[in-house]
């Protein structure tokens, strides 16, 4: 037989030993995953990407420029880089476009017009002369014309280069990497020409002038000084003087007897 404190002692046990053990709900919260939402860095991310991507799709759809309207841009205010972002949509529009003419200068009374074309291999060569020289004849000077040919060859291998490679890419990026590629083609190609007149044909200028001068002195300055003594003071009476008297200088060629009239004996001492 048990005894009746015994059978108390042990029902305390029983109880307290219930109160330790934790409830079933508590056990279901503590082993429930916890569910953790973006952070804020993470959110905004990916609203940028969806931006940039949206911004992308429209550039996408956008209709490319037209040749016409690169044109308008430019004769409103013409480039003077092919890297340029007005003359990059031209070529963009078409690797063979060239730049339009730009107006220099107009005069209202005569009505005369000066217009050149930006970026094209012949411009700005030539500087013009208010008197005759023969180692520089201006547009014929053919040192500066053979520079702007081998640049204008060098442009063609540019744009020729930039449409085969055009031909075969399927992304708008793809051609707008072609198009910066032929435009910093194209500027290579002036900037040699520039090399080549400022350097090359400036060393053949000297060298022409050195060898001019040595001449005219050596053949026709006395004709030259003489016919001018000559004719001095009698250009109101006789305005063609100095023309008739070199004429019978035969020492002297038709340039020098121009050198004569433009420059004068002086030529060469400058």
Known sequence: ??????????????ALGAGCRPPASSQS???????????PVAQGVAL???????ASSRASTRA??????ATRTLRRSPARSWTDPRALALL?????????????DHD???????????LDCMTALVEQSCTFDPCSRGERDPCKVQCGTTCESCQ??????????????TTDECRSLHTRECAGCLNNCMVERDRCATGH?????????AQTVAEWRRTCLPSCQRCTRACEGRDAQAPNCLDRCMARARNCTEDQREICRWQGPEYGDR
Request: one cysteine or more; proline letters at 7%.
């Open 201 to 209: 044909c400036a060393r053949q200028y000297a060298e022409c002038t």
């Open 1 to 14: 037989m048990v005894r009746p404190s015994r059978t108390l002692a042990l029902l305390g046990w029983v």
């Open 108 to 118: 209202e009374e005569d009505g005369e017009t000066v217009s050149e074309r930006p």
């Open 64 to 69: 490319p420029i037209t040749v016409a309207e």
């Open 29 to 39: 919260v503590i082993n429930r995953p916890v569910s953790v939402g973006p952070s």
């Open 156 to 169: 063609s291998t540019c744009r020729a280069s930039c449409q085969s490679a055009r031909g075969q890419c």
């Open 48 to 54: 940028r990407a969806a931006a940039l991507a949206d």
């Open 92 to 104: 963009e529009a078409d690797c063979a476009a060239v730049h339009p003419l730009e107006l220099i």
